[in-house]
């Protein structure tokens, strides 16, 4: 079955720092993948996507690469910001259904 | 307008009740979900429905029933709560399988006493 597998948190950085949550996924064909980012006491909301290999998804300063051959979409912003703070959660879709990682804790400290 | 709208946003409930959250989207969407994201945030689909017609049903406890009266609501019963039903459950929607991704309601943070 489809799988997420992404680093574990809690992540705690300082403002103007460099952000990495790495993702890796297991899939039998191709899929879709996501970054989401929940905000405290929010829904899930859609950061960035990308359809197939080598596309690079950006939103809000945030990028990722479809990266099919280490089958990798890593999550990368050069300077964070407190505002930043909340949970990043990995996600393919494929067979009509999101896969979610375990979602990784990023706390910005001014 | 919010595109996807859950209620109640709390619930505080004695075991054994009988509980219902309901979900509605004004996105046009014809696939809605409910997860349930568990005390350490993961996040679990539970049922999908495209139009009308349930597509997923994760292994989840037969207690809990979803209803879709039609492509814009999908409701989720839960009977005889446990304790180990508290978390907080997302209703979601797509256009679709998901590919472009799904809009999310703020969730439902159920407590089970």
Redesign the interface.
């Known amino acids: 079955g489809n799988s997420v597998t992404q680093m574990e948190g809690p992540v705690t950085l300082s403002e103007e720092a460099f952000l990495t949550i790495n993702c890796t996924y297991t899939a039998t064909g191709y899929p ?1 993948l ?1 970054w ?1 980012v ?1 905000y405290p ?6 950061l960035l ?1 990308a ?1 197939k290999a080598d596309d690079k998804g950006s939103n809000k300063g945030f990028e990722a690469t479809y990266r099919k051959e280490t089958t990798s979409f890593h999550l990368e912003k050069g300077s964070v910001q407190v505002s930043d703070s909340a ?1 990043y ?1 990995c996600a393919l ?1 494929e ?6 990682g ?2 990784t ?1 990023l706390t910005v400290l001014p | 307008d919010t595109a996807v709208s859950q209620t109640p946003k709390y619930l505080v409930t004695q075991m054994g009740n009988d509980k219902s959250i309901k979900c509605e989207q004004n996105l046009g969407h014809d696939t809605m979900y409910w997860y349930k994201q568990d005390s350490k945030k993961f996040l679990k689909i539970m049922f999908s429905y495209n139009n009308k017609e349930l597509i997923i049903n994760e292994t989840v406890p037969n207690r809990f029933s979803p209803k879709s009266p039609d492509k814009a609501h999908l409701n989720l019963h839960i009977n005889s709560l446990e304790l180990g039903d508290s978390a907080v459950y997302f209703c979601a929607s797509s256009q679709g399988v998901s590919t472009y991704g799904s809009t999310f309601g703020s969730g439902t943070r159920l407590t089970v006493v």
Do not use: N
Not at chain 1, 41 to 46: A, K
Not at chain 1, 95 to 100: G, I, N, P, V
């Open positions: 879709s996501f989401y929940q006491g929010e829904g899930l909301q859609l996507k359809t949970v959660f879709s067979d009509r259904q999101l896969t979610f375990s979602g804790q």
